[in-house]
T-cell receptor, first 115, second 112 residues
Framework: QQQVKQSPQSLIVQKGGISIINCAYE??????FPWYQQFPGKGPALLIA?????SEKKEGRFTISFNKSAKQFSLHIMDSQPGDSATYFC??????????????FGKGTKLSVIP | DADVTQTPRNRITKTGKRIMLECSQT?????MYWYRQDPGLGLRLIYY???????NKGEISDGYSVSRQAQAKFSLSLESAIPNQTALYFC???????????FGSGTRLTVV
């Protein structure tokens, strides 16, 4: 059972354009939604995260938009650069007790930004 | 030095062999995790540990076992490796609560 569905699987964007990656979740208990960025040969690294009490969070060129009623959230990369070319994973989690949680990941989106 | 170190970085092993992947961390985090990454399937949780005395199965634990030797060390074992365990394996750590994970650089395992 896939609890976090991510689309598209791959994305090609021109330099300077906007990259948009979407995720949908099923478990209404999820209350933490991070995005991870992974470069080839490296482990995923936390990029930006949001809690459901806000509808948008922006950090530099990266913005998360969150729609609680639709159970969807998305990553927007403004002014996309070739250095943004990587695989992006959305994830979701809930506090499973004792202050601990486990992340459920989407299947990933391979972003290529072409000059 | 990396905050989360995985060894080996690459390993080729034969079907039926026992193999151990090791993970050590200097973050001082209580929580440690093992994930498997396959193309098109994302990251799937194998096992996780909230402290030295706590071990929990994840989504795909069959064929794997783990050992939490210390707060800083969490190893993953394949008792009898099979080809469909060929994958990229990641160890991760986190603090308590809803915070991000810190991932290691991964171990690429090939079972022939």
């Amino acid at each position: 059972q896939q609890q976090v569905k991510q689309s598209p699987q791959s994305l090609i964007v021109q330099k300077g354009g906007i990259s948009i990656i979407n995720c949908a979740y099923e478990n209404t208990a999820f209350d933490y939604f991070p995005w991870y960025q992974q470069f080839p040969g490296k482990g995923p690294a936390l990029l930006i995260a949001i809690r459901p009490d806000v509808s948008e969070k922006k950090e530099g060129r990266f913005t998360i938009s969150f729609n609680k009623s639709a159970k969807q959230f998305s990553l927007h990369i403004m002014d996309s650069q070739p250095g943004d070319s990587a695989t992006y994973f959305c994830a979701a989690s809930t506090d499973s007790g004792a202050g601990s949680y486990q992340l459920t990941f989407g299947k990933g989106t391979k972003l290529s930004v072409i000059p | 030095d990396a905050d989360v170190t995985q060894t080996p970085r690459n390993r080729i092993t034969k079907t039926g062999k026992r193999i151990m992947l090791e993970c050590s961390q200097t973050k001082g985090h209580d929580r440690m995790y093992w994930y498997r990454q396959d193309p098109g399937l994302g990251l799937r949780l194998i096992y996780y540990s909230f402290d030295v005395k706590d071990i929990n199965k994840g989504e795909i634990s069959d064929g794997y076992s783990v050992s939490r030797q210390a707060q800083a060390k969490f190893s993953l074992s394949l008792e009898s490796a099979i080809p469909n365990q060929t994958a990229l394996y990641f160890c991760a750590t986190s603090e308590r609560g809803l915070t991000g994970y810190t991932f290691g650089s991964g171990t690429r395992l090939t079972v022939v």
